[in-house]
């Protein structure tokens, strides 16, 4: 099973915003690719 972090946003306005949608978010996921140029601003966050 592989570790997996979390990471809590306390107004579903701002995960909402994040993920690019209108609607009410109450989670998401970020999935990372190995050759991802966002890869190191993922692991930073």
Request: charged share 15%; net charge positive.
């Given at each position: 099973?592989?570790?997996?972090?979390?990471?809590?946003?306390?107004?579903?306005?701002?995960?909402?915003?994040?993920?690019?949608?209108n609607?009410?978010v109450?989670?998401a996921?970020?999935?990372?690719?190995?050759?991802?140029?966002?890869?190191?601003?993922?692991?930073?966050?």
């Open positions: 099973m592989a570790y997996t972090d979390w990471l809590v946003c306390r107004k579903q306005a701002l995960l909402s915003s994040a993920c690019g949608v609607k009410p109450i989670d996921s970020i999935i990372v690719n190995k050759g991802s140029q966002l890869k190191p601003q993922i692991h930073m966050v």
